[in-house]
């Protein structure tokens, strides 16, 4: 076929080609400029505040990954925010329940809003926990991925408000300025070892109605492992025996059930519950301790666990059963052996309250009152017997009166769910500046400055104590006791708070009378009075040295108030003392003005200034109250010595875990017999050679001002009071050593644990 036009002549290649390369490169130049704008999104998505993550930065520590979530990246106020801490704990490792149960510290978190909306909230929906075992030991606790939720209610802040009020948008009910969520964590981890750990997280959120976050599947399965209001009724009997009945369970429908008490304290928790499964109810039988009344309900989680393995967590509260009352009280407050009270335990009971408050007389505690009733004694001889009776009577009336107060003071406290122990009130710089105080008037007596009731119309003129001043010895005499714990005292006082009021009572009484009990037999025996030396010259001047040690107390007293409250607090007792002085400076004067001179007007002027000083004394309480406060948030300890570790829970069980052998000294500086022991046997070169040869870890703990973890440890060994020695060897049992310590006692009871 002819060609008939140029184009024709041309091959087909060499006109398509340019088109096309042209389209190839339009396509190129479209797809590449795509690209380009996906990755500029992306990149822009990147780089947008974090006002769209509902996921905090995330703060590492040693063991776990801290983070704070959130089921919705933005709020409006409309509903509650659901919020969570996030801990990822590093495989081997747990956190803690809210009863984190015989060891450990359950977790905490405080979270605050503030901006465009504003909240708070610290009370965590507690997922239910794992059990933990560890030798006799059982904890509540978290492993792996931990969710902790909360809720957190919102309300627009104030500034906000006002102007949404102005604003014509109507959209939703937030305030369009977006809201920042603070959060301060603080849990602890456990493996071989205990290490406490915290966070201080920041989650921005953007306003608008909420909706789901890429975190609410996290809500979701916490709330699957929350347990639910139980449908079922349970009684708790006097013996312990929890009984949870209801229609749907059977032996086939519950294959295993265990419980969990919300707050620890309250049964043996490692103890086995040996549970019983029938048609219609399921019992599990808990072992009660002591601080469980018998009117009192127990609550916490019960698990009941199916043939298939599925577990179901149900909130359960159980009530006393009929009769648990009067069960328990029939044993004294407790379904326990070591804190029933029998017949013949009360009487043991008694018996050893009365040789501690025997012993007592020995202990250096009670060694300044002793030097004022060896006063006393010596005018036993010269005194009629009836005058003798009396003054021992009226002594022994003090001391037993202040003995059954203290102890129904300290049953009280109980009953309200305090944990408080001997010795108590000298925890508090109020007391001990009072008692400063008193000691310090006392030895100004004994020194003449001033006299207690003066009799005027005597052959000498001396004054002549009445038997108030008796009484007024015996009440003294027991609170300077209260810092020592003598022998015996420890295991009477622990089944006094234990049993019956009656029965605890009597048992305070006892041991009062054995305090009183040698200055009641010099006069029940006319003739250990009548070995008295004569009176004489001599016993103004025994009266004037037995000020000393009073003084000498009053030193002591002054370190005790420095330790608890500070500088501050000495110097508020230093001043009260000036003042003190002034008054029975001028008190004195008066006093011999009115033997020389009778009634006058000088000497009324005399007692008023005196008794304004005394009011200036009275006036620096306020201010001690003040500094108590103040010395409660930061307490002063002593310095240990090299090799001693400050007593912990988690740190003894930790050492207890890993095999090692452990010594605990329980102390306190206002405790003469805990510092002598120390002086003499604990902090001397032997024994600490001793413990460092065996590789023994020593743990002091200072219930100088109140600790929860010290008197707790006091209870769970039978004890109200320090010092308390206890040692932990390796393996085997703990021994308990006496009250009082020599370097030979503690070496050969660490010698003889390892043999």
Same mark, same amino acid.
């Given at each position: 076929m002819p060609c008939r036009a140029l184009p024709c002549s041309v091959p087909p290649d060499q006109t398509?080609?340019?088109?096309?390369?042209?389209?190839?490169?339009?396509?190129?130049?479209?797809?590449?400029?795509?690209?380009?704008?996906?990755?500029?999104?992306?990149?822009?998505?990147?780089?947008?505040?974090?006002?769209?993550?509902?996921?905090?930065?995330?703060?590492?520590?040693?063991?776990?990954?801290?983070?704070?979530?959130?089921?919705?990246?933005?709020?409006?106020?409309?509903?509650?925010?659901?919020?969570?801490?996030?801990?990822?704990?590093?495989?081997?490792?747990?956190?803690?329940?809210?009863?984190?149960?015989? @060891?450990? +510290? #359950?977790?905490? *978190?405080?979270? !605050?809003?503030?901006? $465009?909306?504003?909240?708070? &909230?610290? /009370?965590?929906?507690?997922?239910?926990?794992?059990?933990?075992?560890?030798?006799?030991?059982?904890?509540?606790?978290?492993?792996?991925?931990?969710?902790?939720?909360?809720?957190?209610?919102?309300?627009? @802040?104030? +500034? #906000?408000?006002? *102007?949404?009020? !102005?604003?014509?948008? $109507?959209?939703?009910?937030? &305030?369009? /300025?977006?809201?920042?969520?603070?959060?301060?964590?603080?849990?602890?981890?456990?493996?071989?070892v205990c290490v406490p750990e915290e966070a201080d997280l920041s989650l921005p959120l953007a306003a608008g109605a909420p909706h789901p976050s890429a975190q609410t599947p996290l809500f979701e399965a916490a709330t699957q492992a929350t347990p639910v209001p139980s449908p079922y009724t349970a009684t708790l009997a006097a013996?312990?025996?929890?009984?949870?009945?209801?229609?749907?369970?059977?032996?086939?429908?519950?294959?295993?059930?265990?419980?969990?008490?919300?707050?620890?304290?309250?049964?043996?928790?490692?103890?086995?519950?040996?549970?019983?499964?029938?048609?219609?109810?399921?019992?599990?039988?808990?072992?009660?301790?002591?601080?469980?009344?018998?009117?009192?309900?127990?609550?916490?989680?019960?698990?009941?666990?199916?043939?298939?393995?599925?577990?179901?967590?149900?909130?359960?509260?159980?009530?006393?059963?009929?009769g648990a009352t009067a069960g328990v009280a029939a044993r004294g407050g407790s379904a326990t052996a070591a804190s029933s009270l029998t017949q013949a335990g009360f009487g043991q009971q008694v018996v050893f309250a009365f040789l501690g408050g025997l012993i007592l007389n020995l202990m250096p505690c009670v060694f300044p009152i002793l030097a004022m009733k060896a006063l006393s004694v010596a005018k036993l001889g010269k005194a009629e017997r009836r005058t003798q009776i009396t003054s021992a009577g009226c002594y022994a009336l003090g001391v037993m009166v202040t003995f059954l107060a203290l102890g129904g003071l300290m049953m009280a406290l109980r009953v309200a769910g305090a944990a408080e122990g001997w010795g108590f009130q000298f925890q508090s710089p109020v007391?001990?500046?009072?008692?400063?105080?008193?000691?310090?008037?006392?030895?100004?007596?004994?020194?003449?400055?001033?006299?207690?009731?003066?009799?005027?119309?005597?052959?000498?003129?001396?004054?002549?104590?009445g038997h108030w001043h008796d009484v007024l010895t015996g009440i003294l005499a027991v609170v300077v006791a209260t810092p020592c714990t003598a022998p015996f005292m420890g295991v009477a006082i622990a089944g006094a708070l234990s049993g019956p009021p009656v029965a605890g009572l009597a048992v305070f009484a006892a041991m009062g009378l054995g305090l009183a009990a040698p200055y009641l037999l010099l006069t029940a025996i006319p003739g250990l009075a009548a070995r008295m030396p004569r009176p004489g010259p001599w016993m103004q001047y025994l009266r004037q040295f037995l000020a000393f040690p009073l003084l000498g107390s009053c030193v002591w007293l002054l370190w005790v108030a420095a330790l608890e409250g500070g500088a501050s607090v000495v110097l508020l007792l230093a001043t009260g003392m000036v003042l003190l002085s002034f008054a029975a400076w001028l008190y004195g004067v008066a006093q011999t003005r009115l033997i020389q001179q009778g009634h006058t007007r000088t000497n009324a002027a005399l007692h008023g200034l005196a008794l304004l000083g005394l009011l200036g004394a009275l006036a620096?309480?306020?201010?001690?109250?003040?500094?108590?406060g103040s010395a409660a948030a930061s307490p002063q300890t002593s310095a240990l010595p090299k090799g001693v570790e400050p007593f912990s829970t988690a740190r003894f069980e930790a050492l207890k875990a890993a095999g090692k052998p452990v010594f605990v000294d329980m102390t306190a500086a206002w405790c003469i017999t805990c510092l002598v022991n120390e002086r003499v046997a604990l902090d001397v070169p032997a024994t600490q050679q001793a413990f460092a040869k065996q590789g023994i870890t020593v743990l002091r703990g200072d219930w100088t001002n109140h600790d929860p973890a010290i008197s707790a440890f006091l209870k769970e060994r039978g004890r109200d009071g320090v010092p308390l020695y206890i040692y932990s060897p390796a393996h085997g049992p703990e021994v308990t050593l006496p009250q009082i310590l020599t370097p030979g006692l503690v070496i050969s009871t660490l010698e003889n644990q390892t043999k």
């Open positions: 398509a080609a340019p088109r096309t390369r042209a389209v190839l490169r339009s396509l190129w130049a479209a797809g590449a400029f795509a690209l380009l704008t996906a990755v500029t999104m992306v990149a822009a998505g990147a780089c947008l505040p974090q006002a769209q993550a509902a996921e905090s930065a995330a703060v590492s520590t040693e063991h776990s990954v801290a983070t704070l979530i959130t089921d919705s990246d933005t709020a409006d106020g409309s509903t509650p925010l659901r919020v969570a801490l996030r801990l990822k704990l590093q495989p081997g490792w747990h956190t803690y329940w809210q009863n984190p149960g015989d @060891a450990g +510290e #359950a977790t905490a *978190v405080t979270i !605050t809003a503030e901006g $465009g909306l504003t909240g708070k &909230t610290d /009370a965590i929906q507690w997922p239910t926990p794992q059990r933990i075992r560890d030798a006799s030991l059982m904890s509540y606790a978290y492993t792996g991925d931990v969710v902790l939720p909360l809720s957190l209610p919102l309300h627009a @802040a104030k +500034e #906000a408000a006002s *102007v949404e009020k !102005t604003s014509d948008t $109507g959209a939703g009910s937030g &305030t369009g /300025a977006p809201t920042t969520l603070k959060a301060h964590a603080s849990w602890l981890v456990c493996a071989s013996d312990g025996t929890l009984r949870v009945s209801g229609q749907d369970l059977s032996p086939r429908a519950v294959k295993e059930a265990w419980f969990m008490p919300d707050k620890p304290g309250l049964i043996d928790q490692a103890a086995p519950q040996n549970e019983a499964v029938q048609n219609g109810a399921v019992e599990l039988h808990l072992k009660r301790l002591p601080d469980l009344a018998s009117t009192q309900s127990l609550s916490g989680i019960l698990v009941l666990k199916d043939a298939a393995g599925s577990e179901h967590a149900l909130y359960q509260t159980a009530k006393p059963a009929p007391f001990v500046t009072l008692i400063t105080w008193l000691l310090f008037g006392m030895a100004l007596n004994l020194l003449g400055v001033f006299e207690f009731m003066p009799v005027s119309g005597g052959v000498s003129g001396t004054p002549k104590h620096l309480i306020p201010a001690l109250l003040h500094q108590q």
